[in-house]
Antibody, heavy 118, light 111 residues
Framework: QVQLVQSGAEVKKTGASVKVSCKASGYTFTSYGISWVRQAPGQGLEWMGWINGYNGNTNYAQKLQGRVTMTTDTSTSTAYMELRSLRSDDTAVYYC???????????WGQGTLVTVSS | QSVLTQPPSVSGAPGQRVTISCTGSSSNIGAAYDVHWYQHLPGTAPKLLIYGSSNRPSGVPDRFSGSKSGTSASLAITGLQAEDEADYYCQSYDSSLSGYVFGTGTKVAVL
């Protein structure tokens, strides 16, 4: 069965960086993309970006350009999302999801809480 | 603020039908990009309900249906059940932003 397992909760200081992992299993990793979505407390879902699981091509949300980097390690079927220069409003639950342009995000990780404080 | 606008909340009694609108523009829904819908319960991962505007993944009850017309899309829930209380989000691609966007989200309450 398809599973996406994310790394554990993180607490970071303002200005620091965080790197969240998402290990996929149960499907051919290179046949799908991985998207990252976050939800800040009391807010809606926010699309952060997408990475092609086959060739590593990326597309980031404009508001995060320059602060976010998404990568994959196909040898371990793991996707990574690094966010730099953290601010308090980056406090959120971060999700990875298996992404298909045609069929949407059909499998999701369990979420990773990232807390940013001074 | 998202480019896809949803009503903040809708409600209905058990067994009733409710609809959630998702209003976009010519750079997203109106440009014929696919619309997907997700159900999100607090503390859990979102769940894909509808893909490609009107298709249900296996395992999603046929009480959930989606449609699209012009620059808007809709999600309908018939035979409303207590377990349907959740937040619902539409999603599409936006060519002006060159990326995907989620709608503002709608909280469904079962009275």
């Amino acid at each position: 069965q398809v599973q996406l397992v994310q790394s554990g909760a993180e607490v970071k200081k303002t200005g620091a960086s965080v790197k969240v992992s998402c290990k996929a299993s149960g499907y051919t990793f290179t046949s799908y993309g991985i998207s990252w979505v976050r939800q800040a407390p009391g807010q809606g879902l926010e699309w952060m970006g997408w990475i092609n699981g086959y060739n590593g091509n990326t597309n980031y949300a404009q508001k995060l350009q320059g602060r976010v980097t998404m990568t994959t390690d196909t040898s371990t079927s793991t996707a990574y999302m690094e966010l730099r220069s953290l601010r308090s409003d980056d406090t959120a639950v971060y999700y990875c999801a298996r992404a298909s342009f045609r069929t949407g995000y059909d499998y999701w990780g369990q979420g990773t809480l990232v807390t940013v404080s001074s | 603020q998202s480019v896809l606008t949803q009503p903040p909340s809708v409600s209905g009694a058990p067994g009733q039908r409710v609809t959630i609108s998702c209003t976009g523009s010519s750079s997203n829904i109106g440009a014929a990009y696919d619309v997907h819908w997700y159900q999100h319960l607090p503390g859990t991962a979102p769940k894909l309900l509808i893909y490609g505007s009107s298709n249900r993944p296996s395992g999603v009850p046929d009480r959930f249906s989606g449609s699209k017309s012009g620059t808007s899309a809709s999600l309908a829930i018939t035979g409303l059940q207590a377990e349907d209380e959740a937040d619902y989000y539409c999603q599409s691609y936006d060519s002006s932003l060159s990326g995907y966007v989620f709608g503002t989200g709608t909280k469904v309450a079962v009275l």
